[in-house]
């Protein structure tokens, strides 16, 4: 059974930063894409990152370009979300999540796995 666990969530001053990480089991991570896609209260789900199986092309979100770092290590299973220069608007649960499919990764409904979410509060 694919198991996808979240941690390193919590709360930070707002131009701070954050690191998220992905433990990943039951699955071979060489076959998925991943990404982490945020929700905020009162708000859809949303892509924030994506990473492509190599872990050589990456793919952000409009609102976290330039502040935020996907990356994966695929002979630990991990993937990590850096996030620097944090806004009040950056405050939702993050959720890592994994494809096995060809569509486009910023797309929810492509996703098999999901993780049970962490939380980021970013304080004003």
């Known amino acids: 059974q694919a198991q996808l666990v979240e941690s390193g969530g919590g709360l930070v001053q707002a131009g701070g930063s954050l690191r998220l990480s992905c433990a990943v089991s039951?699955?071979?991570?060489?076959?998925?894409?991943m990404a982490w896609f945020r929700q905020a209260p009162g708000k859809e789900r949303a892509f924030v990152a994506g990473?492509?199986?190599?872990?050589?092309?990456?793919y952000y979100g409009d609102s976290v370009k330039g502040r935020f770092t996907i990356s994966r290590d695929n002979a630990k299973n991990l993937v990590a979300l850096q996030m620097n220069s944090l806004k009040p608007e950056d405050t939702a649960v993050y959720y890592c999540?994994?494809?096995?499919?060809?569509?486009?990764?910023?797309?929810?409904?492509?996703?098999?796995?999901w993780g049970q979410g962490t939380q980021v509060t970013v304080s004003s």
């Open positions: 990473v492509e199986w190599s872990g050589r092309y990456t």
């Open positions: 999540a994994a494809t096995s499919g060809y569509g486009h990764i910023m797309t929810m409904s492509g996703y098999n796995y």
């Open positions: 039951g699955l071979t991570m060489n076959n998925y894409r």
